[in-house]
Antibody, heavy 118, light 110 residues
Framework: EVQLVESGGDLVQPGGSLRLSCAASGFTFRNYAINWVRQAPGKGLEWVAY???????YYAASVKGRFTISRDNAKNSVYLQMNRLRDEDTAVYYC????????????WGQGTLVTVSS | QSVLTQPPSASGTPGQRVTISCSGS????????VNWYQHLPGTAPKVLIY???ERPSGAPDRFSGSKSGTSASLAISGLQSDDEADYYC???????????FGGGTKLTVL
């Protein structure tokens, strides 16, 4: 059974840092791209970042230069390092498996909440 | 302001047919396939339609998708109370080099 489990969400002050993790199981992890998607309170879904390999990484303009996505295929995990956090980064963050590197996310985790507030 | 434009709300009575539109541009819908997601509060989003008009196994055949030019639409026939949810279209954008979502449409079953 395919499973994605996010962790690392927390309350952090503006300007602070946080690292999210996404642990995958039930499939050949190295063969799939993984994305982070977020949903701010009362807002819609917003794509954040994509990774297939170290040379195939993309970011949304709103996080580029502040967030870094990475993966460890030996640990079946993807990470999102979030620096210089802003109030508007407050959201539930989901990781999602990418079936075709074309916005087709066939499995999602349950999400982890990041709250940026002083 | 989302790159893909959806109506913020839609509604219908049980048994009716409802359509949700998604408007984009040449760099996203015009060049790439569209996927539709259903999102219930407190749960993970679920893909309903992929590659413009294909249904994953498990998705009811009451849901269908279409695409023409730079627009796409999701149709739900035989509306049921369980269909109350938020619906999002998504596509890759060649100019932005990223995935773009619509703003979401909240479907209410009256």
């Amino acid at each position: 059974e395919v499973q994605l489990v996010e962790s690392g969400g927390d309350l952090v002050q503006p300007g602070g840092s946080l690292r999210l993790s996404c642990a995958a199981s039930g499939f050949t992890f190295r063969n799939y791209a993984i994305n982070w998607v977020r949903q701010a309170p009362g807002k819609g879904l917003e794509w954040v970042a994509y990774i297939f390999s170290a040379s195939s990484i993309y970011y949304a303009a709103s996080v580029k230069g502040r967030f870094t996505i990475s993966r460890d295929n030996a640990k079946n995990s993807v990470y999102l390092q979030m620096n210089r956090l802003r109030d508007e980064d407050t959201a539930v963050y989901y990781c999602a498996r990418d079936l075709n590197s074309n916005s087709l996310f066939d499995y999602w985790g349950q999400g982890t909440l990041v709250t940026v507030s002083s | 302001q989302s790159v893909l434009t959806q109506p913020p709300s839609a509604s219908g009575t049980p048994g009716q047919r409802v359509t949700i539109s998604c408007s984009g541009s040449n760099s996203n819908i015009g060049s790439n396939t569209v996927n539709w997601y259903q999102h219930l509060p407190g749960t993970a989003p679920k893909v309903l339609i992929y590659n413009n008009n294909e249904r994953p196994s498990g998705a009811p055949d009451r849901f269908s998708g279409s695409k023409s030019g730079t627009s796409a639409s999701l149709a739900i026939s035989g509306l049921q109370s369980d269909d109350e949810a938020d619906y999002y279209c998504a596509a890759w954008d060649d100019s932005l080099k990223g995935v773009v979502f619509g703003g979401g449409t909240k479907l209410t079953v009256l």
